[in-house]
Nanobody
Framework: QVQLVESGGGLVQAGGSLRLSCAAS????????MGWFRQAPGKEREFVAA????????NYPDSVKGRFTISRDNAKNTVYLQMNSLKPEDTAVYYC????????????????WGQGTQVTVSS
């Protein structure tokens, strides 16, 4: 039974910061690439950040580069997303995902998904 459970979402003012966590169980966490995606109402799920098995390589789209940081702690089976300088357009449900690939940036490349956590950024 594979489970990914996100936490840390909430309401924050524009310019503020938030840290999301994703706790994984039921899979060999240390050999899976991990990613974060988000989905706003009426929009497709979009890539936010990815990190490889060992935490030595990361990937971000231009929309969050320089503001968001993904990291992982394999001893705790947990991946994090540190979000700084938040903007109203960052408002979305954020999802944690696991892939057997080293690093993946597209939804179909991920095998497992969490239930999502709401992030709301007010202006």
């Amino acid at each position: 039974q594979v489970q990914l459970v996100e936490s840390g979402g909430g309401l924050v003012q524009a310019g503020g910061s938030l840290r999301l966590s994703c706790a994984a169980s039921g899979l060999p966490f240390s050999v899976y690439g991990m990613g974060w995606f988000r989905q706003a109402p009426g929009k497709e799920r979009e890539f936010v950040a990815a990190i490889n098995w060992y935490g030595s390589s990361t990937n971000y789209p231009d929309s969050v580069k320089g503001r968001f940081t993904i990291s992982r702690d394999n001893a705790k089976n947990t991946v994090y997303l540190q979000m700084n300088s938040l903007k109203p357009e960052d408002t979305a449900v954020y999802y944690c995902a696991a892939t057997a690939k080293l690093v993946a940036t597209k939804v179909p490349m991920y095998r497992y998904w969490g239930q999502g956590t709401q992030v709301t950024v007010s202006s």
